[in-house]
């Protein structure tokens, strides 16, 4: 079997199932208590948004709601009132089952290890989906709902998607399939036709140091906004960039890139040397993304004149004399899509870590002489 981290988990956080609260979706979740509460409960939900917004922490909240919450059966007491939120009590029966991997009304499905191999595959395949078909010809307990979890369902294969529209089209009685999808546009058409659809957004400061602090990491003050905004609102983005201490390498490029363009050499060596070890290679991948993230920056301040919240202390007066026009942002723009590609390239070819830092400063300067 894998010892790989779970598909549905982020590395270094609780599993989804795990997670009690739910930072920064207030809208996704009041738009499906309303249709609950006006009994326009779809069979099919897509939730969608960028990667490590909260997509399976809600999935897992509302299979723990919609399993837990009882039935209108029209008895003598009438129906009971409209409730106002999808909390449930964690010592709840069902929320403990569902921790505890025991509940029979609920059924998740992920890629799963290939028996040949011993690894996880790389999409959910068709066995996958008919694994169902075993879980829908169980009775569901006490004759109530039943839910099922794909996550991601945009990592389905053709034959597996194929599977699952079949199940749309003909859905099982009392049963809500929640379908996450971080590209939904990689779905079939027919399969987000026949979902009504949950858009997460981004988180912001406040809210992604709160989602952080669940997931047990350590925020100072202040950090959680810069994290937001490298993160692009993504918790799981954000515990990389804990992990790997991503907001000194960033604020460390943000200074260099502040000598442009004369360049300050002996400290592009220093940076070039802290990445080239090989036991630095998630090091040296954040330091392309967070470059990527710097040209981007620039581009947008030359376009518009802002870049909203700061990442790195200085950064808004740095970028803004390199950028100090929509002109320098078009050629930071036209400059990021090359620079990223030749250093991308040098690192699937296995070239020296250490060298294709400097190579990408360098192009920064070329680009800051315009």
């Known amino acids: 079997m894998s010892d790989e981290t779970p598909p549905d988990q982020v590395e270094g956080a609780p599993h989804p199932r795990e997670t009690i609260r739910l930072f920064g979706?207030?809208?996704?979740?009041?738009?499906?208590?309303?249709?609950?509460?006006?009994?326009?409960?779809?069979?099919?939900?897509?939730?969608?948004?960028?990667?490590?917004?909260?997509?399976?922490?809600?999935?897992?909240?509302?299979?723990?709601?919609?399993?837990?919450?009882?039935?209108?059966?029209?008895?003598?007491?009438?129906?009971?009132?409209?409730?106002?939120?999808?909390?449930?009590?964690p010592d709840h029966p069902v929320a403990r089952r569902i921790a505890a991997r025991a509940e029979g009304g609920l059924a998740s499905v992920t890629r799963s290890?290939?028996?040949?191999?011993?690894?996880?595959?790389?999409?959910?395949?068709?066995?996958?989906?008919?694994?169902?078909?075993?879980?829908?010809?169980?009775s569901a307990p006490d004759g109530g709902r039943r839910v099922v979890i794909v996550d991601p369902a945009d990592e389905m294969n053709t034959s597996a998607a194929n599977a699952l529209l079949k199940m749309l089209e003909e859905p099982p009685a009392r049963t809500i399939l929640l379908l996450l999808a971080h590209q939904p546009s990689r779905l079939l058409p027919t399969i987000r036709s026949r979902c009504r659809t949950l858009r997460l957004r981004p988180l912001d400061g406040a809210d992604m140091a709160a989602a952080l602090a669940q997931a047990g990491a350590e925020v100072a003050p202040g950090?959680?906004?810069?994290?937001?905004?490298?993160?692009?609102?993504?918790?799981?983005?954000?515990?990389?960039?804990?992990?790997?201490?991503?907001?000194?390498?960033?604020?460390?490029?943000?200074?260099?890139?502040?000598?442009?363009?004369?360049?300050?050499r002996m400290g592009a060596t220093a940076l070039a040397d802290s990445l080239a070890p090989r036991n630095k290679a998630e090091r040296f991948e954040l330091f392309l993304d967070l470059a990527d993230i710097l040209l981007a920056r620039l581009a947008t301040m030359g376009a518009i004149g802002t870049i909203g919240t700061e990442a790195a202390p200085g950064e808004a007066a740095?970028?803004?004399?390199?950028?100090?026009?929509?002109?320098?942002?078009?050629?930071?723009?036209?400059a990021a899509a090359a620079i990223s590609a030749r250093a991308r390239h040098g690192a699937a070819v296995n070239l020296d870590p250490g060298a294709l830092v400097l190579d990408t400063v360098l192009r920064l300067q070329e680009t800051a002489r315009g």
């Open 318 to 334: 740095i970028l803004s004399r390199l950028a100090p026009d929509p002109q320098a942002g078009r050629r930071w723009a036209e």
């Open 25 to 89: 979706q207030d809208r996704a979740q009041a738009q499906f208590l309303d249709a609950y509460n006006r009994d326009r409960l779809h069979h099919g939900w897509l939730l969608t948004g960028p990667r490590g917004t909260g997509k399976a922490t809600l999935a897992w909240r509302i299979a723990r709601f919609l399993l837990a919450t009882p039935q209108d059966d029209g008895g003598l007491f009438g129906a009971p009132p409209p409730p106002e939120t999808l909390e449930i009590d």
């Open 113 to 138: 290890v290939n028996e040949d191999t011993g690894r996880m595959r790389s999409e959910i395949v068709v066995d996958d989906i008919r694994r169902l078909h075993r879980f829908f010809g169980l």
């Open 223 to 264: 950090e959680g906004e810069a994290l937001a905004v490298l993160s692009a609102g993504s918790v799981g983005a954000a515990l990389r960039l804990l992990a790997h201490d991503g907001l000194a390498l960033y604020a460390q490029v943000v200074q260099l890139a502040g000598t442009l363009p004369r360049l300050d």
